[in-house]
């Protein structure tokens, strides 16, 4: 069983000599969290801080401590950012609820959303933390992309210890650190790194709704409000139409502007591109029905688009492919 100890992991290229300037550690944590306030037992106390850090894709991943006992709170909501700290040595005490707090021991975890709710933690002095930094935004476009909804504040605002030595999450960790020690993906573009920050957010997204009770593969249709639920359904039964989104609006009556909000709020895109993309998903269908003496000009053309240009660049950028090759496929089968 992977142990998480102090050899866990040994990130960047900084050395484990540690930094005794406090200038220099809140810079590093400035850069890697966000601004926050550091509270200390004494007024001349010095840091013993390990300052370590690399990127997984947007993901800041740090192996951090103070090495003094410190009160953190007021943490900066317009840097964006959710905190995942996991503690590898010492304790933390995290702010809960409003009244209660959780404690982290060695392999717990620990997630808050400091975009969405406020937060404080408490450590003893002999603390050390894996911790990830991962903006919000991140977050919600791998919750929209793979279960087709952004979840509303019942998730983000919910603070909550999970994880634990044996754990799922511990041993993705682990694979991360083993990744990152090994010479692994650093930045934002290396295939190894995009596919380690989408395994991190979809495990996170998975630990963190069952906490907040939010099912994540049931949730898209019952978290949104009545109208726009009511909005999907009717553009879906009508996606060959192509109504204006005025026209939806009337329908399930609210104004262009709540239902536009609605859709960003709790699906992550404006209701155009929905119908925008329910209108392809038919045209691909159409193509894939399509008759021998059936072209791309007609069937599209069936579905009312006049800007071909336009639609084949949409539909390459949904599909993978112009709308020819899956005519061509579709008509080479038959």
């Known amino acids: 069983m992977l142990q998480f100890d102090s050899s866990l992991i040994a990130l960047g290229s900084a050395s484990d000599t540690p930094s005794r300037d406090w200038d220099e550690v809140n810079d590093f944590c400035r850069r890697v969290y966000m601004p926050y306030r550091v509270t200390t037992s004494g007024r001349m106390i010095r840091p013993e801080a390990t300052l370590q850090s690399t990127k ?31 503690t590898l040595n010492g304790a933390l005490q995290h702010k809960e609820t409003n009244t209660t707090a959780a404690q982290t021991g060695v392999g717990d975890s620990f997630v808050v959303d ?41 998730l983000w605002t919910r603070r909550t210890k999970f994880g634990g030595v044996g754990s799922r999450w511990h041993a993705l960790l682990g694979y991360l650190t083993q990744t990152v020690r090994a010479g692994g993906p650093i930045g934002d573009e290396t295939p190894l790194a995009r596919h380690l920050e989408e395994m991190l957010c979809i495990d996170l997204l998975h630990h963190w709704s069952e906490r907040a009770g939010l099912s994540l593969e049931n949730g898209a ?6 109208y726009v639920r009511e909005a ?21 009556g609210v104004s262009a502007r709540t239902l536009s909000e609605g859709f960003l709020r ?9 119908l925008r993309d329910q209108r392809l998903d038919g045209l691909q269908k159409a193509l894939l029905a399509a008759g021998p ?25 949904r599909f993978g492919e112009l709308p020819s090759a899956t005519l061509a496929r579709a008509q080479a089968r038959r």
């Open 114 to 154: 400091c975009s969405r709710t406020d937060y404080w933690l408490d450590a003893t002095p002999d603390h050390l933390q894996l911790n990830l930094t991962i903006p919000h935004q991140v977050l919600a476009d791998v919750a929209h992309r793979w279960f087709g909804f952004v979840p509303d504040d019942k």
């Open 56 to 86: 997984v894709a947007q993901i800041k991943v740090t192996r951090f401590a103070y090495g003094v006992p410190v009160y953190l709170d007021q943490f900066d909501p317009d840097a964006g950012n959710i905190l995942v700290l996991t």
């Open 293 to 317: 003496g059936d072209s791309v000009t007609s069937i599209a053309g069936a579905w009312g688009y006049v800007n071909f240009g336009a639609m084949a660049g949409h539909y390459r950028s």
């Open 221 to 226: 249709r019952a978290a949104a409000p009545h």
């Open 266 to 274: 709790f699906r992550g895109v404006s209701p155009r591109d929905f």
């Open 232 to 252: 999907e359904m009717l553009m879906e039964s009508r996606a060959q139409e192509a109504p204006t989104i005025g026209e939806v609006a009337r329908q399930v």
